[in-house]
């Protein structure tokens, strides 16, 4: 069994199914998750930049303090639904609060922008989902946050005197910038909040803000990281070791997303070394990672290093054309101009891997930073006309 979230000491998950997207035929898994701590505990949280946010992004952005677990519903995001949207974003959380008989939840949702909640399905599937407290395990509450994806996303690593696990969900409008995309998270170590918001804005910076599928930010994309303290302290000292583990989990669950990306066949793995600075690193891999035309080319392994080369440029980050070195796959491509290479190598490289290693040097400094992506498809155009049928 594959390890998540509900693993971690300290946790409870329930689902159950409430048929809260419209469709034709009923779905074969859950779509309503709660995830329960055995006492409050403290809680940090990064949020979508997307000026329009849905109602539970903006209820869950008010709790403050300590809370007791999540609340999460799949099949419909609940945003765009103006007051009647906040008032069903409240009542999820305090009806989980009631059933439960413990302190305040966390609240997302994720799916169909715009229409209004079936609140009466909700209701019943809380309540069901409340007494089955404790039986979901492994990839079952991962799966009751799925949208679109492929599979259920999890990840879990056992460190010396605590564990963290982690679930996630997305394939689609996924560009973070903190996609649709959820992630809960917890760990049983012992931090103060402070320490666990500083860990989580972290090792976001280098996992869920390091990816795109297709550039589209949505308006539901959260972060949630709990810390039941059941296990060890971690002060400043242990900080370091601590971080580095939850970007571990992080790192995971983001490439799964990636991976799952609406039709996606590949994934490409953009390194931008040698930078000036780690912003310009950044941008530069972001710019590359978020191109068309460089995703299209992924797509037909055609090793077009002048698209690449052409997207670092447009990041405008100050890249020197006569400076830079670009390899697929180990291959030199450029060197400050077109090398020697045989192309039909670095086709047959692209067309037997499914993660593609793409290394940019801007020879301008020490800095680095490495962005995912993966490539665009017919399917990704098929897969989200049909979205909302």
Do not use: H
């Not at 039986?135 to 005197?161: H, L, Q, S, V």
């Amino acid at each position: 069994m594959k390890k998540g979230i509900a693993e971690v000491p300290g946790i409870e998950c329930g689902v159950a199914f409430g048929g809260i997207k419209k469709t034709e035929k009923k779905l074969n898994r859950p779509d309503l998750l709660v995830v329960a701590t055995k006492e409050p505990c403290p809680f940090a949280a990064v949020y979508t930049t997307n000026d329009v946010k849905a109602a539970p992004i903006k209820v869950s952005m008010e709790v403050k303090g300590k809370v007791s677990g999540i609340v999460a519903n799949s099949g419909n995001a609940n945003a765009c639904t103006g007051e009647r949207g906040i008032a069903d974003a409240i009542e999820m959380a305090k009806l989980t609060s009631q059933l439960t008989g413990r302190g305040r939840f966390l609240v997302a949702s994720t799916g169909v922008i715009g229409e209004p909640l079936p609140m009466e399905r909700v209701r019943k599937a809380i309540a069901e989902a409340v007494k089955n407290l404790g039986k979901a395990k492994g990839e079952e509450p991962a799966r009751a946050i799925m949208t679109t994806d492929t599979f259920p996303k999890t990840a879990f690593k056992e460190a010396e005197g605590y564990a963290i696990g982690g679930i996630a969900k997305g394939a689609g409008m996924i560009d973070p910038a903190m996609a649709t995309m959820l992630a809960f998270i917890a760990t049983d170590a012992k931090l103060e909040p402070e320490l666990l918001e500083e860990a989580l804005k972290e090792a976001n910076e280098e996992s869920f803000n390091a990816i795109t599928v297709d550039g589209d930010m949505s308006t539901n994309d959260c972060v949630f990281l709990l810390s039941t303290g059941l296990g060890r302290e971690i002060g400043r000292n242990e900080y370091g070791e601590f971080v580095e583990n939850l970007k571990e989990v992080m790192k995971n669950l983001a490439y799964q997303i990636v991976k799952d990306g609406e039709g996606a066949t590949k994934v490409a793995r953009i390194k931008v070394i040698g930078a000036k600075t780690r912003e310009q690193a950044r941008e530069v891999a972001r710019k590359i990672a978020l191109s068309p035309l460089v995703k299209t080319a992924l797509f037909g392994c055609d090793p077009n290093w002048g698209r690449i080369v052409a997207a670092a440029g447009a990041a405008r980050m100050g890249v020197i054309e006569e400076k830079m070195e670009l390899k697929i796959g180990g291959y030199l491509l450029f060197k400050g101009g077109k090398v020697d290479y045989r192309e039909e190598e670095v086709a047959k490289y692209m067309k037997e891997n499914d993660e593609v290693e793409i290394e940019l040097n801007l020879n301008l400094g020490k800095e680095s930073f490495t962005y995912l992506t993966c490539d665009l498809t017919y399917d990704y155009v098929r897969i989200n006309a049909e979205y909302r049928t």
